[in-house]
DNA sequence: ACCTGAACACCGTTCAAGT
DNA sequence: ACCTGAACACCGTTCAAGT
């Protein structure tokens, strides 16, 4: 707030004429961030959607590092918050989706999306490049002769880079095949003689 | 700082003499925590291996709802930090996975495992009944006739409880088998005639 | 060797006073 | 309507002084 009111040229009380607190404006901002990626809604089959959604959301999160621990600290209460949800579910739920199967794969992927950053050690330059410098750092950090598991990554990746991106469309890939056979298994076993399944219980 | 020695019953200031700061005191937090997570080493095979370690972090994060956060907020250098890394690299090394297969696996996995936590709303009470108080909050806060979607689902959720570990190991389970799928793939790729592939560059 | 009180440089926030 | 200075209740940390 301090340091917020010096950057505007103004005293920090002065900000409390136009917010109500600091936690208004952390949901302002997750807000802000919510709407900056983006999900497909016309003309899209619903795993090139979540595919879109999801990289355009790490990009989002690799941009702002602090974004991903940011949104999921508060509440899904906020209109955008909500809006977003409810971008996602309509196209899984267009797709054929059940309800608790869209509500499990949601939980997945974003589990997946809100992570991977996280996971990922700070890598301080450029996207492709990531990694290097970290892995260097770790290198140095392991005593002669121990953690040689560890010592073989580091070593890899203190000489080539690591491809973020392609680490991040491995496991995408993997999820989203793997939510496609569980939805289709669902739907065969379902549809089985005798079986007027609910469109609400398909899967799961 | 200053709570802590309230409930030692000493000043803030005597912290000083048994620890260097708050940092280091939060470093030796996030290595007990970590020590907690179980990676089975022993006659298992790697799913299994990892399975157990996913399901065991999962409990801790559940448990300790910050240390997820604590953990990878800090760096991977510290001795358990490393001997965590070095267990998993080991258990993925054995099971015939690459270099650059075993750390992609790992940060998939790990993406999944540290978000999923995150994700999940804040269930108050007991494990498997969580969701329900704040599906029901949820669905007071869509204004009427929006967000048709997420109110499908809130309401879903505000009847019957959702199952926190099963959704957790239908992910899982996608992931794992989605990782072997190409592990498989890999192997089978580079094993055709006249292919001698270092056992560094099976995947990916 | 360990504790204490006082102080320092920080927070977010409130509020009476100014324009 | 918006800003300011002063103050309040907080932080983590330092350090001279005590035992």
């Known amino acids: 707030m301090r340091e917020l009111g010096r950057r505007l040229g103004i005293k920090a009380a002065s900000l409390y004429n136009h917010i109500a607190g600091k936690d208004d404006l952390l949901d302002a901002l ?10 497909p809604l016309e003309n899209v089959e619903w795993k090139d959607a979540m595919r879109r959604r999801a990289i355009s959301a790490r990009g ?4 702002h590092r602090w974004a991903a621990g ?10 955008e918050s909500l809006a977003y949800v409810d971008r996602v579910l309509r196209v ?3 797709a054929g989706f059940s309800t608790s199967a869209a509500a499990n794969a949601f939980l997945v992927l974003d589990s997946y999306i809100y992570g991977f950053e996280r996971q990922r050690p700070a890598a301080p330059a450029g996207e492709k490049a990531g990694g290097t410098e970290a892995a260097r750092e770790v290198l140095a ?12 990554v580091a070593r890899e990746y203190a000489g080539k880079p690591f491809d973020v991106e392609a680490a991040f469309e491995f496991g995408l890939g993997l999820i989203l095949d793997g ?10 076993i379902r549809r089985g003689p005798g079986t007027d399944a609910a469109p609400d219980a398909r899967i799961l």
């Not at 802000?32 to 999900?39: A, C, G, N, T």
């Not at 989002?60 to 941009?63: E, K, N, Q, T």
């Not at 939510?179 to 065969?188: A, I, Q």
């Open 70 to 79: 940011l949104i999921d600290s508060r509440d899904r209460r906020g209109r």
């Open 141 to 152: 950090a392991i005593p002669d002769g121990e953690f040689p598991f560890a010592a073989r």
């Open 60 to 63: 989002v999160f690799a941009r």
């Open 30 to 39: 997750a807000n802000l961030v919510l709407s900056e990626i983006d999900v």
């Open 179 to 188: 939510l496609e056979r569980s939805r289709e298994r669902g739907s065969r």
């Open 92 to 94: 899984l739920f267009r």
